[in-house]
């Protein structure tokens, strides 16, 4: 095995073009496992190809056990590298766990740091010691705005010697998910059992996704001020209220955005409201609400139909032209289940 390392190892520094480097990490990983570490993590200070430095950190995080000190020295020195530390930040958790806690507090406070690794630190911090650092932001930390950084919280959860948190609580949701007896029940249960395997696969407990949760009081009585909504339409959002929920199937190549009783006023700007002259869009039937959209192609219910029958139209067109998607609301949640 020594005899492969090495040649494995001289033939990845060798490399200058970017895409036989990745076959030839990929190969070295498939071969060696764990056994390729020391490769790799020369690789990240002396490599030739500097972009691949940072991102052979993924694969090292995904080589390294949980709790290997063996590593900490060095990822504690990857996190004071530029090209290095926003993924560094977990390998030193992973690593070190909550003795990385002072390092990387004082990464997040450094502001000679990059906006994202101070972002980083934070994320991976709350997400680590269940402090809600992160909190409505988006999962993302790339996404963070410096004003976002809730450095005073850091502070004084330093100052306290680091507690624990006690993380994030689940959004509630209705019992009948779990004793379906309606027709609407069963196939909010159905939906429900897909969007939960999604959670399985992915999920960040400071702003969940793919849930149906029970409705805010005061989101509903702005929607009912503004709407009649039919029945079976009016339920789902007050029981089932889509947080979130983006439904990624073979019919929706861009996938399916389903709004929730939060953000279903403001989801009508640019289909039947114009937000910047703040009034109603004239060609837009009266009659229609944008229930969900598909890469901005509008999925509406019909106002004037019982059952809230589902229409659906391509956006970009010039005019919008309408046709029947579902002929029951029901019948559109069982075909998103």
């Known amino acids: 095995m020594a005899k492969d390392l090495t040649q494995l190892k001289n033939e990845l520094f060798e490399e200058t073009d970017g895409n036989k480097f990745a076959r030839l990490k990929d190969k070295l990983i498939r071969t060696l496992g764990a056994d390729a ?16 430095r940072n991102f052979l950190l993924t694969d090292i995080l995904n080589l390294v ?21 926003y993924w560094s930040v977990d390998g030193l958790l992973k690593t070190k766990g909550d ?6 507090t004082s990464v997040a406070l450094d502001e000679a740091q990059a906006q994202e690794v101070r972002a980083k630190a934070i994320k991976s911090l709350a997400v680590h010691s269940r402090q809600p650092f992160d909190r409505s932001l988006p999962a993302d930390p790339g996404h963070w705005k410096k004003e976002q950084l809730r450095l005073d919280e850091v502070i004084a959860w330093q100052q306290s010697g680091f507690p624990k948190g006690e993380g994030y609580v689940a959004p509630a949701v209705h019992p009948s998910l779990q004793r379906p007896v309606t027709d609407l029940e069963k196939a909010a249960a ?3 059992k897909k969007l939960k395997k999604e959670r399985e696969k992915r999920q960040d407990p400071a702003s969940p996704s793919n849930w149906l949760t029970i409705a805010d009081a005061a989101d509903m009585d702005a929607i009912q001020q503004r709407w009649k909504l039919p029945e079976a339409y009016l339920n789902f959002l007050r029981n089932y209220s889509p947080l979130n929920v983006f439904i990624d199937s073979r019919k929706f190549f861009q996938g399916l955005h389903l709004y929730g009783a939060k953000e279903l006023i403001s989801r009508q700007d640019g289909y039947s409201f114009n937000p910047v002259k703040n009034q109603p869009i004239a060609d837009w039937p009266p009659q229609y609400v944008v229930i969900a959209d598909a890469g901005g192609d509008p999925y509406c219910i019909d106002l004037n139909s019982p059952g809230a029958a589902v229409y659906t139209s391509m956006h970009g067109t010039g005019k919008w032209e309408f046709e029947l998607y579902a002929d029951s609301f029901i019948k559109f ?3 998103l289940a």
């Open 333 to 335: 949640l069982q075909q």
């Open 37 to 52: 570490l020391p490769v790799l993590i020369a690789y990240t200070k002396e490599g030739k190809l500097l972009h691949w």
């Open 99 to 104: 003795a990385a806690y002072e390092q990387l």
């Open 190 to 192: 159905k939906l429900e």
């Open 65 to 85: 056990n949980e709790g290997d000190a063996a590593y900490a020295d060095y990822f504690s020195w990857a996190v004071t590298q530029p090209g290095l530390a």
